[in-house]
């Protein structure tokens, strides 16, 4: 599959490498594409197979476009790609939105919503926000099974997302669909509790798993 | 250990019932004490042992006062019994807050932050604000271990109510000390994520584990 993916940062580089290596043809999107620095702090992708562009080739190389650029830039720089060039897109958005103070940039609707209102004809689905990148790329790293989340309105999409994620070792059983774009407020908004708890067990590579009634118990919800 | 429950609805009982059968006086505070269609609801309660008396009662009886009421009232209703009345207690609150439409009514500074800067002589621990009645009471009704948090400044404090969520039935290693009352932000907003995922699973009653990496696994965090 043709993946490109915006954002040069550990989260890009994480995925960029680990779906590179499961036989994907990955195209990472810079808006310093030559830039020595960062060629060479890509040089073990490109060793890889991945390639460098600028993000409007990244964006149209892509047949899933990953967003793994900071939350509070992300639309930004999605519209100097403009709206045409993502039309019909898988848009795979793991980004999250933080302010100076640590606070959320969108504390209320959420940055995937946002992005999928500013480009109506772009797929939107919303996974990885809840955990980092190495749960992201190894997720039998941890001491059991964990949960990721998938967010959007296009159930193809979902379909399409799903499957990258079992190239990465995500099992079926991990995955839950939480519904339309609106639930990326919880993936996103789960970011303050992952940082507390990143805080109180002194590392960032956890994950959370959804623990459901034992079967045969007949709890009342509500 | 006297207990008062501030909060009449679904989550106040459960913790009153549980708590009055495993020997705790329990007081449930209401602003309507007398009033018989409550009584025939709490009747269960008033058979465990619990008795209601108005809200002020209740919190002078406590040695631990819970906060079971609506997150958009409870400020105003812990300012009805004052600070003098509640200084040096621990406030156990449990509570999120919801607008209208759904959306957090402390999205960015939690309701148990602002809690505890209005009450400051008061010692507030958050906790239990990301599971249901149900699993609050009955954490072995799940197909495995869940985590609880807590949240507050006042190290004793946590310790009370660590104590009483041992009495509910929660063993010590499901217990996660987050920190400061800053942290509450975490446990609140994942009501997000909750709500998100009792809709795709169908059930209120299920928690969320934190799952640590696997023994020997030296994977770097950030």
């Known amino acids: 599959m043709r993946i490109g993916i915006l954002g040069t940062g550990h989260v890009g580089q994480a995925l ?85 103070d640590g606070t959320l940039s969108h504390p209320v609707v959420s940055l995937g919503e946002e992005i999928q209102r500013a480009f109506p004809e772009t797929r939107v689905v919303k996974t990885f926000s809840t955990i980092d990148r190495g749960v992201m790329v190894a997720p039998d790293s941890l001491e059991g099974p964990s949960t990721v989340f998938l967010s959007g309105e296009d159930a193809e999409a979902k379909q399409v997302v799903h499957g990258l994620l079992a190239d990465l070792g995500w099992p079926d059983d991990s995955v839950l669909d939480l519904g339309g774009i609106a639930t990326a407020r919880g993936q996103e908004h789960f970011a303050d509790l992952f940082v507390a708890v990143a805080r109180a067990t002194g590392t960032y590579e956890f994950g959370i798993r959804v623990v459901l009634p034992a079967a045969g118990q007949g709890v009342a919800g509500g």
Not at 34 to 63: N, Q, T, V, Y
């Open 16 to 100: 960029a490498s680990a779906w590179a290596r499961a036989g994907h043809d990955v195209v990472i999107g810079s808006r310093r594409p030559g830039d020595p620095e960062l060629l060479a702090k890509l040089e073990g992708l490109l060793a890889a197979g991945a390639r460098i562009e600028d993000s409007a080739a990244a964006a149209a190389h892509a047949e899933v476009l990953v967003n793994a650029t900071p939350g509070t830039a992300s639309v930004a720089l999605l519209r100097t790609i403009g709206a045409p060039a993502l039309a019909g897109k898988v848009l795979l958005d793991v980004a999250v939105g933080f302010l100076a």
